[in-house]
């Protein structure tokens, strides 16, 4: 059984995202007979390309996914480079898979309350400095060049990649070669720069090609903060997808493989980024400089991930605020009143979204969960080198979703798979599974074996030292990973709808509902529900092997 | 001796080495034949990387792939290379105590004893009096003492009754002090329970504290 676990498991990944990408190269072509489409055809293609503003749309999405991407990468260096050991260091280290948690949309709906012309940075500095009485007429959010969807995603790639790089800096015993870098006269920005990132780098590059991925292809972040005419590239695909006429179907399929080729191009042209940036530090790397800037590189590295953190609490504290304003003036900072009408009035409909979402969430997440546990014993019985799969497991978040997604339901139901909230668990599954396993396989791995042969030489089996001495000493990180796992599904957007027919509703999929709509008031509840859920997770997962180890020390930490 | 008319007397079995060979990459890393009788402790000595740990992990059933070994292990007349670890008898003593940290010191007890053992409240609680711990059972073992750890993990390792020890350099942590004090304790109480043991160390005090037959390595 054990043995099966690694095969099951990338032939979950991988099945699904080839046949959903076949199902989409065909119907670009022109054929997919349960439409009417008997013959191959490049129609779709010249339909595509005559429509208005589809340059706009690529261009847009290429640059925020490499832009965001580059910002976030840039922020996170400098502040591992500029703050080990301070205690910003320490407290941003302790917010940030909370960060993490926050879904994409929630961040989104707060983020645009921060930065409308109505939200809360205009009310903060009107009209004393702008001299405004009322919102000033400025496309803010939804700017035509993507400015504002670019800053949310960097919002919510930064606590990623930081968490990816603290997972990934141990096994590179930091603090020695910094520790060498300063006894040959480098002051500690620049000697970690020099002799930490170069080896941090490549462990970190493909959660880098994941946001990037994730970026140029991002659908709800878009639908709240991305241009509208034109929209993004995914944005309109799904429009064109959800067209009555069908022949809008065949050429959103032309669009979702046009899709794939931009995000692949984002890839490629980061890869031509990392060749000649290598080139360009050769020598920076070994020309003696050690001291140079230090100042200045402290001070952003400091200061660029404070700003976008408190950013990110700023935005989510904006929709509480909202959620429970009453009258609330232009230039005024705080509204007149507080009322808890709208939560009151929100709440019978909060009820069948909630567990919808808890429903998907919990079983998605137990059955990772269980897959992954299954995958490292397996791993670690066997003597298995885990290096040269790890790829396939980043292929859901390497492929954008809205590539293959249309086509895994174009095969869903030619298989004849119908129900709705089975479909989209297994699709949750397959974007749970790769995260559940990054949190959890290195301390998996790193926990001591000798554990594990004291438990066996006192007579236990092997099956049983799993469960009595694996599992309780694993307690903590596992949690975290199903923390994560639960996370991850509860902000999934595109898969809940497009799997679900629209007929699952998640607080994910209402509160994106919204967006189109304009009261902020309603969002802000929604939006704070969909960002208190995966909290709750994170709580519990903190909470539990505390309150179980509250009469064993070395098993709190 | 008296225990031999109160109690039906588990008689110790002789632990066989026969010719044991151990090769990493084709290279052979030690070679060993030896026989250690009840009650006896044989010592194997050699600086760090003479593959002193991995005979031990060959004989306890632990031994990584890399590996490639030959001989037999035998239990008086019981081969044990066909046994999975659980099955071997063979109990361990390590650098660390490993104690585990999410049971209590008499959990971590109980944990070594055999399921259909009777009376294992009092059995926990003998051993935990024989070691000068006695009403410690509920303690979280990361309270105890570096030496009070040591002790518990002797004593839950001769609860799980294993019929040979496999000692890896046990005491090589130890302050000076405390270090002659676990020696004199383990030896004891392995002759008292009629056990044959191998122990690996690197410090000649340990060899001559055993009392047995030294082999060096490398």
């Known amino acids: ?113 921060l930065i409308a012309p109505s939200g809360l940075m205009a009310r903060l500095i009107s009209p004393s400095l702008t001299g405004w009485e009322r919102p000033p007429d400025a496309l803010i959010i939804n700017d035509p060049w993507g400015l504002s969807l670019m800053a949310g995603l960097v919002l919510k790639e930064v606590p990623f990649l930081l968490l990816m790089s603290l997972a990934a800096l141990p096994q590179l015993a930091p603090e020695k070669r910094l520790m060498l870098a300063r006894s040959l006269g480098y002051s500690p920005t620049i000697g970690w720069l020099k002799t930490v990132l170069p080896s941090l780098y490549p462990l970190i590059r493909l ?60 890839l490629l042209f980061w890869w031509l980024l990392e060749q000649l940036t290598r080139i360009l530090t050769r020598r920076w790397l070994t020309n003696g400089s050690r001291q140079g800037g230090e100042i200045a590189l402290r001070v952003v590295g400091r200061s660029a991930l404070l700003f976008s953190s408190i950013t990110a609490l700023a935005a989510l504290a904006g929709l509480g605020l909202f959620s429970l ?233 | 001796m008296t225990t031999s008319l109160c109690a039906p007397l588990s008689l110790g079995q002789t632990l066989r080495l026969e010719h044991i ?48 070994a030959s001989g037999g292990v035998w239990l008086g007349e019981r081969d044990l290379l066909g046994l999975p670890a659980e099955k071997r008898g063979i109990g361990l003593l390590f650098q660390d105590p490993l104690l585990f940290p999410h049971l209590s010191v008499g959990g971590n007890l109980r944990f070594g004893l055999p399921r259909s053992s009777k009376e294992k409240h009092q059995q926990v609680s003998q051993a935990l009096e024989q070691v000068g711990l006695a009403g410690l059972e509920s303690r979280d073992p990361a309270t105890l003492s570096g030496g009070q750890q040591s002790r518990v993990a002797l004593m839950r390792l001769l609860l799980s009754k294993p019929k040979a020890v496999l000692l890896d350099e046990p005491f090589s942590k130890l302050d000076t002090a405390l270090r002659q004090e676990m020696r004199a304790l383990v030896f004891s109480q392995l002759r008292e329970a009629g056990l044959p043991a191998l122990l690996v160390t690197h410090d000649h005090a340990d060899a001559k504290a055993a009392g047995g037959p030294v082999i060096e390595l490398g």
Request: glycine share 8%; no cysteine.
């Open chain 1, 325 to 557: 304003a009453g009258f609330w003036r232009f230039p005024e900072v705080l509204p007149q009143m507080l009322t808890l009408d709208h939560w009151q009035r929100s709440g019978p409909m909060l009820v069948t979204p909630l567990i919808n979402t808890a429903l998907i969430g919990l079983i998605s997440t137990a059955l990772a969960t269980a897959l992954v546990l299954a995958t490292l014993e397996n791993e670690h019985r066997q003597h298995i080198q885990p290096k040269r799969a790890l790829w396939l497991l980043y292929l859901p978040l390497l492929v954008p979703q809205i590539a293959f997604l249309f086509g895994l339901i174009v095969a869903a139901e030619s298989l004849g798979i119908r129900p709705p909230l089975g479909l989209v668990i297994a699709g949750h599954l397959l974007f749970v599974l790769p995260y559940v396993y990054l949190s959890l396989a290195e301390t998996y791995r790193r926990l001591d074996p000798r554990w594990l042969k004291v438990a066996r030489s006192l007579g236990v089996s092997r099956s049983a030292a799993f469960w009595r001495v694996r599992l309780p000493l694993l307690i903590a990180p596992l949690l975290t990973a199903f923390a994560v796992g639960l996370a991850v599904s509860i902000g999934q957007y595109l898969p809940t709808q497009l799997l679900g027919a629209g007929r699952v509703t998640t607080v994910t999929t209402e509160a994106v509902a919204l967006a189109s709509g304009s009261n902020r008031r309603l969002i802000g509840v929604w939006a704070l529900v969909q960002a208190g859920l995966p909290l709750i997770g994170f709580i519990l997962a903190l909470g539990v092997p505390r309150l179980l180890a509250t009469h064993r020390r070395d098993l709190a930490t």
């Open chain 1, 207 to 266: 959660p880098v090609y994941a946001v990037i991925a994730y970026a140029t292809s991002v659908v709800d972040m878009a639908l709240i903060l991305g241009p509208t005419l034109p929209p993004t590239l995914s944005v309109s695909i799904l429009s064109w997808f959800n067209d009555p006429d069908i022949s809008h179907r065949f050429m959103a399929s032309a669009a979702a493989v046009l899709q794939l080729g931009v995000t692949i191009a984002a």
């Open chain 2, 21 to 68: 060979s151990i090769a990493l990459a084709g290279r052979e890393l030690l070679a060993v034949d030896a026989a250690i009788a009840a009650g006896e402790v044989l010592t194997v000595m050699g600086p760090s990387g003479s593959g002193k740990s991995t005979l031990l992990a060959y004989i306890a059933g632990f031994l990584d792939r890399e590996f490639t």
């Open chain 1, 1 to 113: 059984m054990l043995r099966l676990a690694p095969v099951l498991i990338i032939g979950l990944l991988v099945l699904p995202v080839g046949s959903g990408l076949l199902m989409v190269l065909l119907p670009a072509f022109g054929y997919l007979p349960a439409l009417g489409g008997y013959g191959f055809s490049l129609a779709p293609w010249q339909m595509l390309f005559a429509q208005p503003g589809l340059g706009r749309s690529v261009a847009v999405s290429f640059a925020s996914g490499l832009v965001s991407a580059a910002l976030a990468l840039a922020i996170v260096v400098l502040f591992l480079a500029a703050s080990r050991g301070t205690w910003l260091d320490r407290s941003i280290r302790r917010l940030v898979s909370p960060l993490l948690a926050i879904p994409h949309a929630a961040i989104a709906f707060g983020f645009a309350f």
